[in-house]
């Protein structure tokens, strides 16, 4: 955890950011598998873990902003809990680790909810995201789970996410190391690859390495030959010369900061001729993309100098004709590249897609509905304190080749007999992490390999 004063800090702002009323936070608890005592991997709710640092399933927070109290609910372990799980602190003693002075079991919040709904006061919830949550609302508010998405609280989602979005130092630092384990995840896959492994062999060895640096994936890991479907998590092929490998994985830090960082390297020792070509457009797409992010200028700016570059450089090579601004504004670039240059990170992988993309990356302002420009998880301009992903690719996915072709599409902007020719290519990702500063863009965490001779060299000393 943070010390008690960055939590009580948090929680201060809040309340002035949303003025009035009665806050309600779900923490995350247990989630069955199969049966009841089978669980899958515990993770925190990220709001509940920003605003209390708490890492304990079941509990649940009010803050009543007009008469400055907070209560954190929870359950002590009985005698048969801790035979079965061991000794934990009491809910008390973790509410005063972040600064709550006041610690009830669960069973009190109903209670404390219906005195405030009497008053009529205003009672903020979050749009939810587990069932689970849905129905405690349900049973404490009387809240139908189909409506939460409508009647959530839009003052607490814009106060949480313009406090969440500035990232602190101390946050720069945690996030730094998440993504220094990750870089040590994807160094490790390079070297670690083989002709004739299994996918799953080298994705098990990513997750040992953030298994053993004391934390988690911070998403489930990508490493598979098949690099065009974008989240493709199959890892039954076996891996031949000649393939490409795309690899996507973060580590989760043990206070619950994300890394993500995706790389794709040649079986092989080297790239072949054709790859290495499409290899260096997705680098220089990358670095078109860095170029363009800066200070106080929109992030849909990042993705409109991604697009265009690679749209450019495969016109270079015969695959696109046509005017690059026309191409992008009709969405014919979608094509190789049908999802977005990047998003918010921080507690989560995607930072604070539970709050909505609208309100996290758009102001409020409504997303594109065009394929390829809605799959952009954020456009606003960027601030100081903003962490975000940089991750242009270029893939070639048959069905959407065969779709559109045959629907006459965009047959101005793409030479489809050229296009064809690569319809077994797979697809090429690069991602790196970054922070937007005062003085600009920095990397977060060390560099990873990126460039073909670098990628070379290591897949020929390991290969
Ligand atoms: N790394 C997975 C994603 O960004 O969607
Ligand atoms: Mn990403």
Redesign the pocket.
Known sequence: MFSKKTYTERRRILKEKVGKGLILFFGNDESSMNYADNTYHFRQDSNFLYYFGIQHPGLAAIIDIENDNEIIFGDDYTIDDIVFMGPKPTIAERAGLCGVANALPVAKLGEELDRFRKMGTKIHFLPLYRPEAKIRLHELLGIAPRDVSTTFSVDLVKAIVSQREIKTEEEIAQLNQAVDVTVDMHVAAMRFTKPGMTEAQVAAEIQRIALAAGGNIS?PV?ATKNGQTL?NHYHGNILKEGDLFLI?A?FENAMCYAG?L?STIPVSKKFTPVQREIYQLTLDSHQAAIDAAQLNKPFKNVHIAASKTIFEGLKAMGLTKGNADDAFEAGAHALFFPCGTG?MMGLD??DMEDLGEVWVGYEGKPKSTQFGLKSLRMAKPLQPGHVF?I?PGIYFIPELMDLWRSQNKFNEFINWEAVNKYRDFGGIRN?EDFVMTENGLQLLGKPKPKTVEEIEAIRNEFA
């Open positions: 998403f990508i989240h996507d973060g993500d995706s998003h992988v995607h992903t991750e991602e």
